[in-house]
């Protein structure tokens, strides 16, 4: 979707200015934040994808005000009341008020254990790979209302294929209920003068990883 959250190529926001020896949290609840994202995670409630989604449909000015586990907390929240395990009356009050829904997949050691390492997103091919290493492709000009990982920069764009990874999870079809929907994923590589145009540094080279639907032959 469009929204605040894409900001690659946006003027106006300020230099980046990194906190000198920033600690891992500023407050005890965002490590807490973090136990409870990864405790969700673990019970397979949801793709991971459903709280990137959830954050980016923040109202802008909220998105922008936020500190990043804010966020996460509030993105989970509403997570929490659309998959129906928990109530809007039970977080304006603060607890629970009716017997908890059963999850996926309980919370054990062992769970805990097999989710430490990172998972593979990759499946198996669905239909032959569209594209090749060193293929000329275009990126589609698409304003999806849902959830997509193309940012806006890089639409309708003229790039080369420069590596292919297989077939991955597509996030746009998890977040709107389609399912896994495998597709082909590759590397395209862009000229810093069709990124940002002719006043760009000719030395400049832009890749993104950008799934089979979002290319097409050029």
Known sequence: MNS???????????????????????????????????????TRTWHGDYSRFYQESLPPKLYLAAPYYQRWQMAMERLLVAFGLVGEDELTAGRSLRPGKPLQQKLTLEVVKAGLGRGSFHRPPQAPALFKVGDRVRTKNIHPKTHT??????????????????????????????????????????????????????????????????????
């Open 4 to 42: 605040v959250h894409d900001m690659g190529g946006m003027d106006g926001f300020g230099p980046v200015e990194p906190e000198p020896n920033e600690p891992t949290f500023h407050a005890p609840w965002e490590g807490r934040m973090l136990a409870m994202q990864r405790a969700i995670a673990y």
């Open 149 to 218: 990982r193309l940012p806006r920069y890089a639409r309708d764009k003229v790039g080369i294929i420069e590596m292919a990874h297989g077939c991955q999870v597509f996030p746009d079809a998890v977040t709107s209920g389609k399912g896994e929907s495998p597709q082909w994923l590759y590397t395209v590589v862009f000229t810093g003068e069709e990124i940002w145009g002719p006043d760009a540094d000719s030395s400049l080279k832009v890749s993104i990883d950008a799934f089979e639907p979002y290319l097409e032959p050029c």
